[in-house]
Structures are given as structure tokens and as C-alpha cells.
């Protein structure tokens, strides 16, 4: 029997870069909020232990490595067929992947019944990438760290217009750039509720980018438009659902209204 689950995607309210450990990972100030977008995965138990995932999309090995790594780590002798609806734009920095992977280690921690804890899930999740852990976790966060240091916060949920303008951003190529602000001043969740922070790597991007300077520039007429983390979606919050419905309406590129979550729905199978 399939059984169907979600994997949100996230927008980064905010992005300070505070330092850089010695093994090249930038330190981070950030909150993460989930939004309802949603990848949709199936899963369905298979008597042998293959692992079979059905999806075009070369990103999505990262689903593949979950579920080899849970598997590997508590020898699990069943496999799992894997299908996945792919709705999560990629290189847009909405999480997409790293969603997709927690998402699948939450399943499969239920249909394995390998009755596992949040954080021995999210232990595995880091080893596949720093944003996997906030989605493992499943509730909106101020992160610190490489993003893997998580104190949950209750956020507003506005209605949000996320645009991904004709680009995919390369994160890497960002986080390399000789120019990136690299030592922010931590700041304060009482500082950012006040409206103090910023997306450190949004000029770096509208550089590297200029489309994407175009689209905040235009967003930016309704209201306050930001870069989320390092992909290439911008975003803007709504109030009133109206009136994020006629900014999408007018939008020059692809385009959601999306509300914003608190909780992750994968938390709630």
C-alpha cells in the first residue's frame, strides 16, 4: 500500500553570514519558515531491499541517499519504492531537496518502524545537507550554526508572493564570491522582529544575477521584497490574500501565493 506524503518548502526571512569555520562552512544567523508548496512523495514497501526511486530529476538522489543511509545505518532488510511530484522549483532556494530528504527519512522511519528520534533523524539528515535538519525538526526556527542549531519561534503567517525569475543560482558560486559579507554582527530575534536584518548574500546574487534585481525592484512597488536564502526566488508578505492574489495576477514571471506555516505537515502523518 503507498502511502503519500508532503515536503514543504521554506523561505529564509532573513540571512546573516557571522564568520566561517575552518572546514569553509559559513556561520549563520537565520530564521526558516515553511510555506505550502509542497513536493509530494509516495512511498511503497518492497519485500526485497532495493531502493527504486522513480523521478527525471537528478537532485532528487538526495532522496535515495536517505533512505541508503537509514537503511545502511539500522540494517533495515526491506526496500522502498519512491515516486516523486515534483512542484519545488529547483535552484530557487526554497529547500526542495533538503525537504525531499527529510521528508523521506520521517517516512521511512514510520514505514521501516524503526521508531527512531527526531534528533538521531536529524543527525543523519546534516550528513546530507545543512538545511535537511530544520525540515526533520518540522517547526519554524531561528537557526545559528551552518543552520543546523534550531530554537523554534511563533511566527506571523502571512500570505506570501514567492517569484523565481528565469534563473537557477548556483549556492556554491555565491558562498565563494571574494566580495560576500562574511562577518554580520549577530544580532538579536527581538532585533529582527524590529526590522534589522537583511539577506547577506542578496547582492552577491542581483550581481551574479540581474533578472533578479528586475523582479525585486518590481516586487518591491507592493511591498518589501527580499532574496530567500542563496537561490534565485525573491519574496514579499501580504496581509490580505486579495491583494497578494493581484500582485501574482501581474507578475512578469512564474509566480505563487503561498501561506506561511509554522509546522511542517510532515510532522502531522
Known sequence: ???????????????????????????????????????????????????????????????????????????????????????????????????????????????????????????????????????????????????????????????FVVIKPDCSVATAKIFRAPHLTRNSKPITMRAFFAGQSKNDCQAVVCEEYPIIQTALNWLNQFAPAKLTGTGSCIFAAFDDKSQADQVHKQSLWQSWVVKGLNVSPALQK
Not at 545537507?129 to 537557526?143: L, Q, R, T, Y
Open 1 to 159: 500500500m503507498k502511502e503519500t506524503w508532503l515536503a514543504p518548502a521554506k523561505l529564509n526571512l532573513f540571512l546573516h553570514i557571522v564568520g566561517q569555520r575552518e572546514d569553509g562552512y559559513h556561520l549563520l544567523q537565520t530564521i526558516f519558515q515553511f510555506i505550502d508548496l509542497y513536493d509530494v512523495l509516495h512511498f511503497e514497501i518492497r519485500e526485497d531491499n532495493k531502493i527504486v526511486l522513480n523521478s527525471p530529476f537528478k537532485q532528487q538522489n538526495l532522496i535515495y541517499r536517505a533512505a541508503f543511509e537509514l537503511q545502511q545505518r539500522f540494517n533495515v532488510s526491506k526496500g522502498i519504492s519512491i515516486e516523486i511530484e515534483k512542484n519545488i522549483p529547483i535552484g530557487g532556494g526554497l529547500g526542495g531537496g533538503s525537504s525531499d530528504a527529510a521528508t523521506t527519512l520521517l517516512a521511512l522511519n514510520k514505514i521501516w518502524q524503526l521508531n527512531q528520534g527526531v534528533e538521531t533523524l536529524s543527525e543523519i539528515g546534516l550528513k546530507l545537507g545543512a538545511d535537511v535538519p530544520i525540515f526533520v525538526h518540522g517547526k519554524a526556527a531561528w537557526a545559528e550554526g551552518i543552520g543546523e542549531k534550531l530554537t523554534p519561534v511563533d511566527l506571523p503567517k502571512p500570505y
